[in-house]
């Protein structure tokens, strides 16, 4: 069992992240295609980072006895496929709550000068003897 | 090649590739996803390492450490905070019409109006500007 004590980690972490995706909507529970394709697109550029790192001997696999052993390519084990998943998920998770949440700031901060604009706009006219007069 | 010599040119590569886009993001929502994924990065590649999970060769890394973990690897934390937003960004221009195909077709026939009363006024002052206020009163 203590085998999938990593695997096992990943995919407990991965389904956290899914269940606060769910919760705010972000990307999954948003746009599942554009979501799918983010990560995959992630993952693989990712991976192919790690097998120019193990080519060039700078990494290698650990003998930690809490992998399956099994591997997508020499020294490269099945689980940092999952590793990599729940970075790019990490990752899209926080920047797409960051952004709304400065998008709708902004768009607060437009909408606040609009009224403050037509309040002035409003007094103005009073001020003339437009509607009161 | 030493590690910290690949994950500058990784980082060059991808941030030069990404440039266009990543140009046109807001910037305070990327710097905050870089900080979370540093952090995460301190504590987990710690964590991975002390475990025994990976080991590296200690004449390709240039032995800084922050706390556990080797300040290379914080390129990948980088790498990420800059590639998926772009990624996800990129991919919304092909991918937006089948995940959110509703909200598609309710700004699909509001923008065209729009351009099409642009498109009339543009064209005909070309074809004589002395019948327009001749057409206005009537």
Request: charged share 20%.
């Amino acid at each position: 069992m203590i085998r999938f004590a990593y695997l096992g980690a990943l995919l407990v972490s991965l389904g956290g992240l899914a269940l606060i995706d769910r919760r705010w909507r972000l990307a999954f529970w948003a746009q599942p295609r554009r979501a799918a394709l983010t990560i995959g697109v992630g993952v693989l550029a990712f991976l192919a980072w790690d097998l120019a790192g193990l080519a060039l001997g700078i990494f290698a696999r650990g003998d930690s006895p809490h992998m399956t052993g099994v591997l997508l390519a020499p020294e490269l084990p099945l689980e940092e496929a999952f590793f990599l998943a729940l970075l790019c998920y990490s990752a899209l998770l926080a920047w797409r709550a960051f952004d709304r949440r400065a998008a709708r700031s902004e768009a607060m901060r437009t909408e606040a000068a609009r009224t403050e604009a037509a309040r002035a706009g409003r007094d103005g006219s009073r001020a003339e003897g437009g509607p009161g007069a | 090649m030493t590690n910290a010599l690949l994950d500058l040119l990784v980082l060059a590569v991808l941030t030069g590739v990404c440039w266009p886009v990543l140009r046109r993001l807001r910037a305070r929502p990327l710097a905050a996803t870089a900080l979370v994924l540093i952090v995460l990065t301190l504590v987990f590649d710690t964590l991975m390492i002390r475990a025994g999970l990976y080991v590296y060769d200690p004449d390709k890394i240039l032995g800084i450490y922050v706390w556990g973990a080797p300040v290379e690897d914080f390129a990948y934390a980088i790498a990420a905070a800059v590639g998926v937003p772009v990624a996800w960004t990129v991919l919304g221009r092909r991918t937006r019409s089948r995940d959110e195909a509703g909200r598609q077709d309710e700004a699909g026939p509001a923008a065209a109006p729009a351009t099409d009363p642009a498109a009339g006024p543009a064209t005909d002052p070309a074809a004589g500007p002395a019948t327009d206020p001749a057409a206005d009163p009537a």
